[in-house]
């Protein structure tokens, strides 16, 4: 556990980073406004978190798993978060998998090339998955 509340937090370089991304290059944010926003975001971080320990305590298990996190959201009422989360976890989850498979097979084949191969084939797994969850960005509200 943290020794002090402000361990809690995010950094405020990588909160800092994610608002520039996501924000056109013309838009400028205060260090007051970086600073609220870096804490908000650490308050959800520790509420979601807070959520699903108790959804995966509801099931008598000690470890949270995504699908704790997913049905957290909807406790919390953040409902139009929950496709696009779905779908970020299945990502993952495929890309994990995919991981997993490459690295089962480069195990088997000791072949340079077969492996670089089967990373190749891992990496356009994921961005196909990647492509067919896009359309769940439909929920998004425009925000300006």
Do not use: H
Request: contains cysteine; aromatic residues 4%.
């Amino acid at each position: 556990m943290a020794e002090r509340p402000e361990d809690l937090n995010l950094p405020t370089s990588i909160v800092t980073r994610i608002i520039k991304d996501c924000l056109p290059a013309s838009c400028k944010v205060s260090k007051e406004a970086n600073t609220a926003i870096a804490k908000a975001a650490s308050v959800f971080v520790l509420y979601a978190t807070s959520s699903a320990n108790m959804v995966s305590q509801k099931s008598n298990r000690k470890t949270i798993t995504g699908t704790d996190v997913v049905t957290a959201m909807g406790d919390m009422e953040f409902d139009k978060f929950v496709r696009p989360l779905e779908n970020s976890l299945a990502i993952w989850k495929k890309s994990q998998q995919a991981k997993k498979d490459a690295k089962k097979a480069s195990a088997v084949t000791k072949d340079g090339d077969a492996t670089a191969t089967t990373e190749e084939d891992a990496t356009a797994e994921t961005e196909e998955a990647e492509a067919e969850a896009a359309p769940a960005d439909d929920d998004k509200e425009n925000t300006e």
